[in-house]
């Protein structure tokens, strides 16, 4: 499904995800009127995305959702969080919401840095995925009351498994359904080569998501919990660090490379 050109084909799926093809949907549709403003007109799409943020609970069992969409931690609040923040109740985390610096380097190299912003501890790594009910049920065996860390206990390792991808694919779904309804509204302004290699590479990461997701949700609902393999490392010093994250390794613990895509694709077994 991966298309390396930056432009749209009239026989693709409609950017807009109306399901019908491009030439027979927003090809040639008027956009809305853009209010007059200075800033360029990239910068006035990524600000109009941001604003777009939707919340709703990714838990499989929707018909059972209860209670407001809240605030759910990547990290556990009771746990991770509550030691690195200490009696201040904050941290600092990488702050993705600022631009990042532009550090020019002596071999004509430019690195983007990423501040840090401190954060208090309540809205640290929150993303609003999960209604009160599902947040609560969900991860109860690792939040709260629960072992810090049992690394025989299945159910524990697949939940922080689960954990660390729902996160990483909620962000890549919103980022995806901002996309179509942007491109509904104003077509043209998202046909720039940079707005299709944006929409090409948000493309290549669902198709990457949707079997994983599928995966997990059959795992939850026959409250099961195969199909994952952890390998748990642990370190004898205590360090004041926590990240979480949804990737595919280059190289194993031992340093062999892992052939895990195809054309482009990460491949699940």
Do not use: W
Not at 205 to 230: C, L, R, W, Y
């Amino acid at each position: 499904m991966f298309l390396p050109k930056l432009k749209l084909k009239d026989s693709e799926p409609c950017p807009c995800g109306s399901n019908m093809r491009f030439q027979e949907c927003c090809k040639g549709k008027e956009p809305q009127i853009i209010k007059p403003s200075k800033k360029p007109v990239e910068v006035q799409i990524m600000e109009k995305m941001r604003a777009s943020m939707k919340k709703f609970c990714m838990h499989p069992e929707q018909e059972k959702c209860k209670g407001p969409i809240k605030g759910a931690h990547a990290l556990q609040n009771n746990k991770i969080i509550s030691l690195l923040a200490g009696s201040e109740r904050h941290v600092y985390m990488l702050n993705t919401k600022k631009q990042p610096l532009l550090i020019p380097l002596n071999n004509g190299e430019v690195v983007p840095i990423v501040e840090l912003s401190r954060v208090s501890a309540n809205d640290v790594t929150t993303e609003t995925c999960f209604c009160d009910y599902h947040d609560n049920i969900a991860f109860a065996v690792i939040e709260k009351d629960a072992p810090d860390f049992d690394k025989t206990s299945e159910e524990m390792k697949f939940v922080y498994a689960y954990k660390a991808f729902i996160f990483e694919y909620y962000k890549q779904r919103i980022a995806f359904d901002i996309f179509q309804s942007n491109f509904r509204d104003n077509p043209i302004a998202f046909q720039s080569p940079e707005m299709i290699g944006m929409y090409r590479m948000l493309q290549l990461k669902m198709q990457e998501f949707e079997p994983v997701k599928q995966h997990f949700d059959s795992q939850i609902i026959g409250n099961t919990f195969e199909g994952v393999a952890t390998c748990a490392i642990r370190i004898p010093e205590q360090i004041k660090f926590a990240g979480y994250a949804y990737i595919a390794p280059d190289f194993d613990i031992n340093g062999k490379r892992i052939k895990h895509t195809k054309k482009g694709c990460i491949q699940f077994r």
